[in-house]
């Protein structure tokens, strides 16, 4: 099966300065890249998603890249706020093999932002 | 729409007791799925639905029975609860190839 794995489990940054988190994963037929935020005590909620056809995505200040080749996405946070202090997920998935919605998480990374 | 709505919120057991974890959803999705949040280790999944009457195991299926007879209900029993299933639950739906929208999550704990 699928294995996701996600560096670096902790990140604190300074306001205003940039954030990168990075997975990697196993199966070269995943084609569906998503991460999560989850605050404390929340909900993991959806944040942005790649998929295999498309090099880098950007919603505001958070931007997904995504190498196929090397089987390696990352996250990438810019002008962080300390709203931005929460846990990340990546994760994993091929939907084309008919498991549906069939996501596979990495550990999760804790980001600080300090004022 | 209320979304996902998971039942209960917190939850005690003692070894050996049974218990189910109930999820619902009102967004008509086709696909849903549990998963459990162990610290470091990330959301693993235990069973997943891609429709009324069709589930399959995940990764850590283990000590856990569902079913779904509607499209909306999921629910997750435990058969036989351990110590070891002490986690936060999250149930989520989604359609076939959309966003994964996720419950708020139901804590037990097993003495």
């Known amino acids: 099966g699928e294995n996701v794995e996600q560096h670096p489990s902790t990140l604190s940054v300074q306001e205003g300065d940039s954030a990168v988190i990075k997975c990697t994963y196993s199966?070269?037929?995943?084609?569906?890249f998503p991460w999560y935020k989850q605050e404390l005590g929340k909900r993991p909620q959806l944040i942005i998603d790649?998929?295999?056809?498309?090099g880098e995505k950007k919603d505001q200040r958070i931007a997904v890249t995504l190498n196929k080749t090397a089987k390696h996405f990352s996250l990438h946070i810019t002008e962080t706020q300390p709203e931005d202090s929460a846990v990340y997920f990546c994760?994993?998935?091929?939907?084309?093999?008919?498991?549906?919605?069939?996501?596979?998480f990495g550990t999760g990374t804790q980001l600080k932002v300090e004022l | 729409n209320a979304g996902v709505t998971q039942t209960p919120k917190f939850q005690v057991l003692k070894t050996g007791q049974s218990m189910t974890l109930q999820c619902a959803q009102d967004?008509?999705?086709?696909?849903m799925s549990w998963y459990r949040q162990d610290p470091g280790m990330g959301l693993r999944l235990i069973h997943y639905?891609?429709?009324?009457?069709?589930?399959d195991q995940g990764e850590v299926p283990n000590g856990y029975n569902v079913s779904r007879s509607t499209t909306e209900d999921f629910p997750l029993r435990l058969l036989s609860a351990a110590p070891s299933q002490t986690s936060v639950y999250f149930c989520?739906?989604?359609?076939?190839?959309?966003?994964?929208?996720f419950g708020e999550g139901s804590r037990l704990t097993v003495l």
């Open positions: 989520a739906s989604s359609r076939f190839t959309g966003e994964l929208f």
């Open positions: 199966d070269s037929a995943s084609n569906y």
């Open positions: 790649i998929r295999s056809n498309v």
């Open positions: 994760a994993a998935s091929n939907k084309l093999t008919g498991g549906g919605n069939k996501l596979t």
């Open positions: 967004m008509n999705h086709e696909y």
């Open positions: 639905s891609v429709g009324a009457g069709i589930t």
